[in-house]
């Protein structure tokens, strides 16, 4: 009787596993990522912020809609995540903001006023104190740690 009862169980785990291709994965780095620049873009704005990020992909796409309205192209968005450094070439205005995952990108080309990115599997925040005037953006003093001075 005790062996019947543990094959069944055995057969019942089993069988559960089997349907854990069900749901989706989830990714806590976007989801991290989605979290800091939405704060990141919504203190920056002061508005509703409508994101535009070239190229984006549907897992990133759903996991950054439940933050912001996601726009299909540069001409509506209010912000810029530009995560491919493709932006560059594709989006003009001055009535948007210019973010971008890469501090090379961000300390050589004078668009974007910050970066978010990964180093070291830790996530760092740096904005430009020249750009943040130019574009008349006021952070509150909890991003003061992570304004750099004299990088142009």
Known sequence: MKALILI????????????VFLVNKYNKEIDLEAKIISK???????????????EITKQEQEIYSKHFKI???????NFVFDKNGIA???CKGKDKL??????????SNKKYYGAFFWNKSRPNIVF??????????????EYSQFIEDNVE
């Open 128 to 141: 430009i104190k020249q750009r943040l005037h130019d574009n008349k953006i006021y952070l509150s003093s």
């Open 98 to 107: 210019f973010f971008t995952n890469n501090y090379k990108r961000l300390i």
């Open 88 to 90: 560059e070439e594709n």
């Open 40 to 54: 990141i873009a919504t203190s920056s704005l002061g508005k509703k912020v409508k994101l535009y990020i070239p």
């Open 71 to 77: 726009t299909q192209n540069c001409e509506s968005a």
């Open 8 to 19: 069944l169980s055995i057969l019942s785990f089993g069988s559960a596993k089997q349907h």
